[in-house]
């Protein structure tokens, strides 16, 4: 074949591979308000930066008895481009070929990408849009998901990972959504379910309501599966774009550094006012230029987990919105630590949190697991980290939220922090005991006996007295301490600690 009729058959079979599963797929597509693989690859990477690879990749592994099934590209788009300049690795299953469903092909498709991006050191962003198995190839299509679990593994904290559920994701695949370091669901569109509508609703003897149970909000707020939610797929991927540029290319890298007008000395004088600060106010108030990346922001809201920059740095930031800890909020702060630790990106810790109340204890079967893991996660990391009291930190409020012992760099609280052992009214109550008892008015006993306990053993003072705190600072000064002694530890490794594979993480 010449070179003029070569070029001419190229030309008319990349055109048929474009169309992925042809035009009536392609507007059954968009009448569920999806994007198509291609247009998602637009809408993620930069312009005109996309290489795409294996695209006429057809094969078939169908078991004897059942008809052989394969289509160009194996219901995956996959190759790699550029966000923000910066080289990214993707995979898109492609709903409109084959319902994007996984075979054996599609499979070696996805870890080929993987691999590239394990040894060129590059995030990899999924797009998972898929009817679940190709069941023609039997066993093996289920073998198939195998595959790409356990390169998502040896990804694990090297390489940054990101999907974005942008159709059903049912049986095997959904499992794909957890082992991604984040994930994005779409409203509307998004589902992640261990069995299709029709065997729920058969096996719960009526309708199955697949958005209460599966849909983006569930995934979010419910299960946790989730770490955003976007109303649309332009957020999606608006968010996956925004999220990566708070990361590292991979575990070696350092993240991108923004700078900014925003004066590292900066005093915040409202903070010093009577009267509550809420803690998204407080990050708020005291990031660059007033910007943070919330993660996870339904699930578990007592305690709110995201990046911020300090002085033009990524920061993962864990603070404490509401009281005593909950086994949710434990987990949810956990994992995010962890991955702060992965990657080395310094955590900020605003610790305002009592001991667990006894209610908590009785309702919560995990509760004690989950807090001994949040505390396990915090000794084991070696990145920087800071911890400023904000509020209260009493018994496991105090052990559980990066406190000094546990391996913070620097501690500070405000001078107006409670920080104590016990909660203070238990506390007064021992201590005081004989005061308390001898008085003729035990409601007023027991209210100056609360106030001296404070004063004389719950204060920011007497913590720095004994060294559980390095300093005390005035509340208006945060951002200027914080940036001050993250700077200080940016370049900290640690030495010593007994040679092992691995720790074990409370159950």
């Known amino acids: 074949m010449d070179k003029r009729s070569s070029l001419a058959e190229l030309t008319e079979k990349t055109k048929?591979?474009?169309?992925?599963?042809?035009?009536?797929?392609?507007?059954?597509?968009?009448?569920?308000?999806?994007?198509?693989?291609?247009?998602?690859?637009?809408?993620?990477?930069?312009?005109?930066?996309?290489?795409?690879?294996?695209?006429?990749?057809?094969?078939?592994?169908?078991?004897?008895?059942?008809?052989?099934?394969?289509?160009?590209?194996?219901?995956?788009?996959?190759?790699?481009?550029?966000?923000?300049?910066?080289?990214?690795?993707?995979?898109?299953?492609?709903?409109?070929?084959?319902?994007?469903?996984?075979?054996?092909?599609?499979?070696?498709?996805?870890?080929?990408?993987?691999?590239?991006?394990?040894?060129?050191?590059?995030?990899v962003i999924g797009v998972l849009d898929s009817g679940g198995s190709r069941i023609a190839e039997g066993a093996a299509a289920a073998a198939a998901y195998g595959e790409v679990v356990k390169k998502l593994n040896d990804l694990s904290g090297v390489v940054p990972t990101v999907s974005v559920i942008a159709g059903p994701c049912i049986g095997a695949q959904a499992y794909l959504a957890c082992l991604t370091d984040f994930t994005v669901s779409v409203e509307g569109i998004s589902t992640v379910l261990l069995h299709g509508e029709q065997i729920v609703s058969s096996a719960m003897g009526q309708k199955f309501d697949v958005r209460e149970f599966g849909g983006a909000m569930a995934q979010n707020a419910r299960t946790g599966i989730a770490q955003f939610l976007a109303a649309d797929e332009a957020e999606a991927y608006a968010k996956v774009r925004a999220l990566l540029s708070f990361l590292p290319m991979n575990n070696l890298d350092d993240a991108p550094y923004e700078a900014s007008g925003d004066d590292i000395n900066r005093p915040v004088p409202e903070l010093d006012a009577d009267g509550d600060v809420g803690v998204a106010d407080l990050i708020v108030k005291i990031a660059d230029d007033g910007v943070f990346f919330e993660v996870h922001a339904y699930y578990a809201p007592e305690i709110i987990t995201g990046f911020a920059r300090m002085n033009g740095n990524s920061v993962g930031i864990v603070a404490n919105a509401a009281g005593a800890l909950s086994a949710s909020a434990a987990k949810k702060a956990a994992r995010f630590i962890s991955i702060l630790d992965a990657y080395h990106l310094?955590?900020?810790?605003?610790?305002?949190?009592?001991?667990?109340?006894?209610?908590?204890?009785?309702?919560?079967?995990?509760?004690?697991?989950?807090?001994?893991?949040?505390?396990?996660?915090?000794?084991?990391?070696?990145?920087?980290?800071?911890?400023?009291?904000?509020?209260?930190?009493?018994?496991?409020?105090?052990?559980?939220?990066?406190?000094?012992?546990?391996?913070?760099?620097?501690?500070?609280?405000?001078?107006?922090?409670?920080?104590?052992?016990?909660?203070?009214?238990?506390?007064?109550?021992?201590?005081?005991?004989?005061?308390?008892?001898?008085?003729?008015?035990?409601?007023?006993?027991?209210?100056?006996?609360?106030?001296?306990?404070?004063?004389?053993?719950?204060?920011?003072?007497?913590?720095?007295?004994?060294?559980?705190?390095?300093?005390v600072i005035a509340p208006s000064a945060t951002r200027q301490m914080v940036i001050a002694a993250l700077e200080a530890c940016l370049l900290k490794r640690e030495q010593g600690k007994p040679p092992k594979k691995h720790g074990v993480m409370p159950l």
Not at 21 to 49: F, M, P
Not at 398 to 407: E, I
Not at 456 to 467: C, D, I, L, P, V
């Open 16 to 123: 048929s591979v474009l169309l992925g599963g042809g035009r009536e797929q392609i507007d059954g597509q968009h009448k569920q308000k999806k994007l198509t693989a291609r247009e998602r690859v637009d809408a993620i990477l930069d312009q005109a930066s996309f290489i795409e690879l294996d695209k006429y990749i057809e094969r078939s592994g169908a078991t004897p008895g059942f008809e052989s099934k394969t289509m160009a590209g194996e219901g995956v788009v996959t190759g790699y481009g550029t966000i923000d300049g910066r080289p990214v690795y993707i995979f898109i299953q492609d709903y409109t070929v084959l319902c994007g469903s996984m075979s054996m092909a599609q499979a070696k498709k996805i870890v080929k990408i993987m691999d590239m991006a394990l040894q060129n050191g590059s995030p």
């Open 346 to 471: 310094p955590v900020l810790t605003l610790a305002d949190a009592g001991d667990i109340p006894v209610e908590s204890e009785t309702q919560e079967n995990d509760l004690i697991s989950a807090v001994s893991s949040l505390m396990y996660t915090y000794a084991q990391a070696s990145i920087p980290m800071v911890t400023v009291i904000c509020g209260r930190a009493v018994a496991a409020g105090l052990l559980a939220m990066g406190c000094k012992t546990a391996g913070a760099d620097v501690v500070f609280a405000w001078s107006s922090a409670e920080i104590s052992a016990l909660p203070a009214e238990a506390g007064s109550l021992i201590f005081y005991e004989d005061e308390i008892n001898a008085s003729g008015d035990p409601l007023s006993a027991k209210a100056e006996a609360l106030g001296k306990y404070k004063n004389e053993y719950a204060s920011a003072f007497n913590a720095a007295k004994q060294g559980v705190v390095d300093d």
